[in-house]
């Protein structure tokens, strides 16, 4: 359904039938052009329609540019859109994006199982600089680790606004799930005060 495999779009790399899927979807570098539509599940399926998310826009800059995984559902990128545009009345600068899918979702190469359906996102707990990163600073640039070791956050780097980032993502009718480090969640177990309801869409993982 999502065209990942058609000859036409496909570079010449051996496509015989045992040319993992990985390679094929990796290899495809525009989106399937139907209607959109996530098909499957997270970790098993792809995306038709896919959208690119602009590389910089009011509110966020993509990162790592060299992987082209900035295409999602439009109504992931209209999400993202909306959060970038939110997180100023919280105190937090702009977002920094990661891997969302590839052109036609499906497995990638390296890194995520899930990401095939073009409804997942990673976001950074690193606020955005206010300046315009390089390509180069999109590659090299490091996540900022919250972690003071593997079972516990490090409370001179976690701030009230990290809390609050997380709370407003989880806020939207349309969020399923956001996953965690597990020494996050007690954190934000710990500061979430008496508005709790919030905290069960936010997993440890």
């Not at 910089?56 to 999400?79: C, D, F």
């Not at 996102?121 to 206010?130: G, S």
């Not at 070791?149 to 989880?170: C, E, F, G, S």
Request: hydrophobic share 45%.
């Amino acid at each position: 359904l999502c065209g990942a495999v058609a000859a036409q779009d496909v570079p010449q790399i051996g496509m015989g039938a045992a040319t993992p899927a990985k390679n094929l979807f990796g290899s495809v570098t525009a989106p399937a052009s139907l209607a959109a539509r996530a098909i499957g599940s997270y970790a098993r399926g792809c995306l038709a329609g896919g959208v690119a998310l602009p590389i910089n826009g009011p509110g966020w800059q993509v990162m790592r540019l060299s992987r082209n995984r900035n295409w999602g559902h439009p109504r992931l990128l209209a999400y993202l859109e909306r959060l970038a545009k939110d997180v100023r009345s919280i105190g937090w600068p702009g977002l920094l994006i990661g891997d969302i899918a590839q052109p036609r979702g499906g497995p990638m190469i390296t890194g995520h199982a899930s990401h095939q359906i073009g409804l997942d996102a990673d976001i950074w707990l690193t606020p955005m600089p206010n300046r315009l990163l390089t390509p180069q600073e999109r590659e090299e640039m490091t996540a900022i680790s919250m972690l003071r070791d593997p079972l516990n956050v490090d409370l001179h780097l976690w701030r009230p606004a990290h809390t609050r980032l997380i709370k407003l993502a989880a806020s939207y009718r349309e969020v399923e799930r956001i996953f965690v480090h597990p020494a996050i969640k007690q954190v934000l177990c710990d500061q979430a005060g008496r508005d709790r309801a919030w905290l069960r869409k936010v997993r440890p993982w």
